[in-house]
């Protein structure tokens, strides 16, 4: 039982850590995508 003692959770009971670790590996966020859109946008323009 010592593995859950260094864990921390929300009051739901949701493992923190194991949440930051799945979105790290989820992707672009939505900000980074519409900056990438942004981005081809305007070198289509030029």
């Known amino acids: 039982m010592k593995q859950n003692?260094?864990?921390?959770y929300t009051v739901a009971g949701t493992d923190i850590e194991e949440v930051k670790k799945l979105n790290a590996?989820?992707?672009?966020s939505y900000n980074e995508v519409k900056?990438?859109?942004a981005r081809?946008?305007?070198?289509?323009?030029?």
Request: zero cysteines; aromatic letters at 0%.
């Open 40 to 46: 081809k946008m305007l070198k289509e323009k030029s």
């Open 35 to 37: 900056q990438l859109l």
């Open 25 to 28: 590996n989820s992707g672009l």
């Open 5 to 8: 003692e260094n864990k921390k």
